[in-house]
């Protein structure tokens, strides 16, 4: 178990030199192989087969219900902290190592594919310690390190300035858009290879998921984003990329202007016109 | 006008109903009820204060040894109270530690099904009666002490403190699950997100939500513990000597009131003595339960929040 | 690579910790399922042994007294005693709850009446002896009695099963009050037509559990309603054996440790009577 840890992460940090040799052009950093998903008895996703560009913002849309969630939690292996979900056939790959081997690390996937909840859920903690979460547990850091890297990664969520005088008070103390920016933070940490994002606006006014927009469009340059999406118009302004989910499955998978220029589904259609919520 | 109110369909079938009738008979068992409260409090008080003629609050409770019988009498219950402190607190030492990872067992790793089958057993544990218990440590712990350390007799606050650590284990575990329970799903779900352990998140987020509603359980454990009467009478040994070390024979506060309660006339100054007794742990008591659930409230609110 | 290197070493110490808290809770929920089990095992398999109709249906015989014959007395005892106990703390306890519940304004008085019942739950029972003693035994002059100890019982009861009740109220969803009571029937009615009912399970959950916990409880008839021996059949205002206390003087006198057993076995005979009984009509309750 712990060797495989070392390869994934060797072969992250490696990366991206190896996976774009080893692999065909068309081929991304992410992918899924005839994936299928459980909750239960029921099944929620269908033979999903996609691909995720590297450091491009690949949006999955859908109607509420659709299993975007679903898809996206399976990508790093958080799923599986849902009681009842189960990936019950098919791969995800990331380069080219299966994440759901039986003898890999879940806590290693999590780590190099991070992921942002819909709604910000701080710790009970301070601003600073909420930041060092999980470094904190993946590495040990000495004092003097711990401020200069809240300091680095709360400046690339772009909260810095606004927390500095306050970085020991509580993170509950914070607006709900400075909350999720935390959480980012806290994610980008971690130094991941890919961020997902799950609805990560959809709680947060407009002023604050402007923030967040304007976030991605600079985080692309360093990381691959998957980000999951209701908002029709949001997809429009961030993806390079876009799927669409309906009822379990994959109806449209295409570079986003095309998308939403030409939807080849009557359902994709209906999706884009708004006739399907 | 008046009487167009009084005829008025609504006025005439609320004239009918038992509601006034049965308003006032549940209100007249409430105040009843709840007024045995105050009388036992009230009483006890009274009855004791009688002690202090005899002997001052400080002889009472740490100079004086118990010799009912001398002229006069000596009336002293350091010995009892100390035997208390040493068996509650053996309990507390082996209860809180294992029922506080079994209360994270059921609350954070068990499977539904394991954690179903487990909670009513524990519920049974906690059901036993106490001079059950008694006579299953007199049977077991006894017997084997006195072959391990060998003893005349195995009766000890040792096998006291070690019964009543089984009797207020399914309290602590209970409270304590109550309290993991109160904190939020999502951090769980959210910190294991970060590729850390689950007892990293236990450690660093769970604990310390819950640690006011554990720490709670545990006082009311003591409450409890400091109360147990038979088990403690049956395996402490009844002795009148303040004990010294764990395998040495004492008598608790509680064991001191059953065993000489029956022997004393009313009005004597042992009978106060005895009620003296029984007013310190009442108060210990009350003092404890009161402050916690005033506080209760606020200490869910901490792990919720 | 070096980097990967790192994160290994720490994150072996991480997963070393996970495992070995893993490993202690399974431990804890091990002893946790197996202390019960050996315990009332251990009870049951020596108390099943002396068990025989005889041991229920005489009285105890032999000197000392209890080492042959049986333990009906103390049954018989025991059953007076919570009953009487019973018969004054279940209607008190259910209207003080519907006192509470149905008819009370003031959210205030309605803490303040809990904070004071939860306080009267929390005094051992021990104290409950205590006060019987005095004030019931001798200062009433009721006697050492099935009376005495029953209203001891009864005080014990009290908290447990109002509690109980005001919370199976409290679990009455609010729009089936507010539904019934707006077809402009009274209170009174609403209560007996469609709260009581509702209620009726958790109501009898509590108030099993309490008379269970006051079958086996032995500090507060200790003194009130029991003696060593008996002859005739329980009448209020005769002292009674009882089965916690009958199985005290069995171990602390040494009399019969085979009978202290067979005594140990029907009262937790009673208490798994009870928690199943309490824990059936709970699951009743959720569905």
Known sequence: MLQTAINLNSAAALHPAILTAASAPSAGILQTQQLNIHYGLEQRLFDINISIAERQVTAIMGPSGCGKSTLLKSLNRTLELTPGAEVTSGSVYFGELDIYQSDVDARAVRKVIGIIHQRPQPFPMSIEENVLFGVRFHQRLKRSQRQLLAERYLTMAGLWDEVKDRLHQSAHQLSGGQQQRLCLARTLANQPQIILMDEPCSSLDPASTERIEQLVQQLKNDYTIVIVTHNIAQSRRLADQALLMMEGRVIENAPAAQLFANPTTVAGQDFLQGRIG | MSTQVASHPARRLGGLTLDPLVWMLTLLALVIGVSTFFLIVVYVLWQAAGVFGAVSLSEFLLFEPWVPLAEPPRLGILHAWVSTVYVTGIALLVAVPLGIVMALFIAEIAPTAVRNVLQPCLEVLAGIPSVVYGFFGYVTLVVWFEHIFDMTTGVSILAAGLIVAVMVMPFIVSTATEALDAVPRSFRETGMSLGVTRFYVIRRIILPRALPGIFAGIVLAFARGIGETLAALMLAGNSLAVPKELLDRGQTLTGLIATELGEAALGTEKFAALFAASAVLMLLILLINGGILLIKNRLLRHAQG | ?287
């Open chain 3, 1 to 287: 690579m070096h980097k990967a290197e790192q994160l290994l070493l720490n994150n072996r110490r991480a997963v070393v910790n996970d495992r070995v808290f893993w490993l202690l809770a399974w431990t804890a929920g091990a002893i946790g399922l197996l202390l019960p089990l050996s315990i009332i095992g251990y009870l049951l398999f020596h108390g099943f042994q002396v068990l025989s109709w005889s041991f229920i249906s005489e009285v105890p015989r032999g000197y000392p007294l209890g080492v042959s014959g049986g333990i009906l007395p103390a049954i018989q005892g025991s059953l007076a005693v919570t009953g009487l106990g019973l018969a004054v703390a279940f209607p008190a306890a259910l209207a003080s709850a519907i006192y509470l519940s149905e008819y009370a304004q003031s959210q205030r008085f309605v803490a303040v009446m809990r904070f004071f019942t939860e306080c009267l739950a929390a005094i051992p029972a021990i104290l409950f002896g205590v006060f019987g003693y005095a004030f019931l035994v001798v200062q009433f002059g009721f006697g050492i009695s099935v009376l005495s100890g029953g209203l001891t019982l009864a005080m014990l009861m009290y908290p447990v099963i109002l509690v109980g009740s005001y919370s199976a109220f409290n679990a009455v969803e609010r729009p089936l009050k507010e539904s019934a009571l707006s077809l402009g029937v009274s209170r009174a009615y609403v209560i007996r037509r469609t709260l009581l009912p509702k209620a009726l399970p958790g109501i009898i959950a509590a108030t099993v559990l309490a008379a269970g916990h006051a079958v086996g409880s032995a500090a507060p008839v200790l003194f009130t309603a029991s003696v060593v021996q008996t002859r005739s059949s329980p009448s209020l205002d005769s002292p009674v054996m009882t089965l916690p206390t009958h199985l005290y003087n069995l171990v602390s006198e040494a009399v019969s440790f085979e009978h202290a057993y067979g005594t140990a076995f029907v009262l937790i005979a009673c208490l798994l009577f009870a928690n199943s009984c309490a824990m059936m009509l709970r699951h009743r309750l959720r569905k």
